[in-house]
């Protein structure tokens, strides 16, 4: 099926460091959302994007949505343990695909204290 | 307010069998949409429904169907399940009104492994 391209796979940091994880597609897309995945456990949403060119941050974490609709970035500043886990891009198309998202592979994050 | 929960958080069944998992979104939420996540191919859409109807699918076998109540509570049934069928099942649900249409909140999943 179809996938956002996410880069890195993973990530072996140590804490204190800032991270950068980014997705990319060939399609365009309405709207991005970043979710973050501990194991056991559904994606928990992280940050929503709904326009070209915005910048949104919660807490430590900021992603934007890239001008060309086609991509995103999620930044975690001064990174802590508990960020531990695997961070999902995920994107709308269009109101054609209302419910339906397209997720990238992952970046596994792991922190080292 | 409760979040997505899905029933049951962990099965076991044999090939050939059918299996029925459920899910109850957050209060107020009218979307409901199905997930299948593997190592191999991630996280796979599998259909949505809006106010008791299919409004979207993904790209699954028709063994793979789904209804919704008028309490938005969802089902998804998997008939004569296949090997290749075990994976964990994400319900998520949406409010699916003006500009938070698209954010959609999962559950904790449903384990499935099938021997």
């Known amino acids: 099926g179809q996938q956002l391209n996410q880069s890195p796979q993973s990530m072996f940091i140590q804490e204190g460091e800032d991270v950068s994880m980014n997705c990319t597609s060939s399609?365009?897309?309405?709207?991005w959302l970043w979710y973050k995945q501990e194991p056991g456990e559904g994606p928990v949403l992280l940050i929503a994007?709904?326009?070209?060119?915005e910048l949104t941050s919660n807490g430590r974490l900021t992603a934007q949505f890239g001008i060309t609709r086609k991509d995103s970035f999620l930044n975690i500043s001064a990174s802590i343990p508990s960020d531990v886990g695997i961070y999902f891009c995920a994107g709308q198309l269009g109101s054609g695909n209302t419910g339906k998202l397209i997720f990238g592979q992952g970046t596994t994050l792991q922190v080292k204290p | 307010k409760a979040g997505v929960t899905q029933t049951p958080r962990y099965l076991i069944k044999t090939r050939g069998q059918q299996v029925t998992l459920s899910c109850s979104p957050i209060s107020g939420h009218r979307s409901v949409s199905w997930y299948q996540q593997t190592p191999g191919q991630g996280l796979q859409f599998l259909f949505e429904?809006?106010?008791?109807?299919?409004?979207n699918k993904g790209n699954f076998p028709g063994r793979f169907s789904g209804r919704q109540f008028s309490n938005s509570r969802s089902e998804m049934n998997v008939s004569t399940l296949e090997l290749g069928d075990s994976a964990l099942y994400l319900c998520?649900?949406?409010?699916?009104?003006?500009?938070?249409?698209?954010?959609?909140?999962f559950g904790p999943g449903t384990r499935l492994t099938v021997t």
């Open positions: 994007l709904y326009k070209a060119g």
């Open positions: 399609s365009i897309f309405n709207t």
């Open positions: 429904y809006f106010s008791e109807t299919q409004r």
């Open positions: 998520a649900s949406s409010y699916n009104q003006g500009a938070l249409s698209y954010e959609q909140y």
